[in-house]
Nanobody
Framework: VQLQASGGGLVQAGGSLRLSCAAS????????MGWFRQAPGKEREFVAR????????YYEDSVKGRFTISRDSAKNTMYLQMTSLKPEDTAVYYC??????????????WGQGTLVTVSS
């Protein structure tokens, strides 16, 4: 499975961005896909996940109500719509695929990351 993340950029606080993650290869193994982020000097953290078949979602508390994860099965693409962005959302955002669900943290495939910078 290959994952290609895109859509990052520079945005002012309060603004919006939409990240995309295009999957290719053996995508039928992608039971769950997720977004993670890593801010400078910090560990990588979970942001949101979505089940590929049913589309159920789960969010980290700090992004609930501001971020929306979705997927387009026909395009093998996952999205992260980010609104009301805050400077603390600044990070490199990574998409990942979990082929061993329900093992929650079994993300075996990772994209290259896309940088989101939120200015105050």
């Amino acid at each position: 499975v290959q994952l290609q993340a895109s859509g990052g950029g520079l945005v002012q606080a309060g603004g919006s961005l939409r990240l995309s993650c295009a999957a290719s290869g053996r995508t039928f193994n992608n039971k769950v896909m997720g977004w993670f982020r890593q801010a400078p000097g910090k560990e990588r953290e979970f942001v949101a996940r979505i089940t590929w078949s049913g589309g159920s979602t789960y969010y980290e508390d700090s992004v609930k109500g501001r971020f929306t994860i979705s997927r387009d099965s026909a395009k093998n693409t996952m999205y992260l719509q980010m609104t009301s962005l805050k400077p603390e959302d600044t990070a490199v955002y990574y998409c990942a695929a979990n082929s061993r669900w329900p093992l929650v943290n079994a993300y075996d495939y990772w994209g290259q990351g896309t940088l989101v910078t939120v200015s105050s």
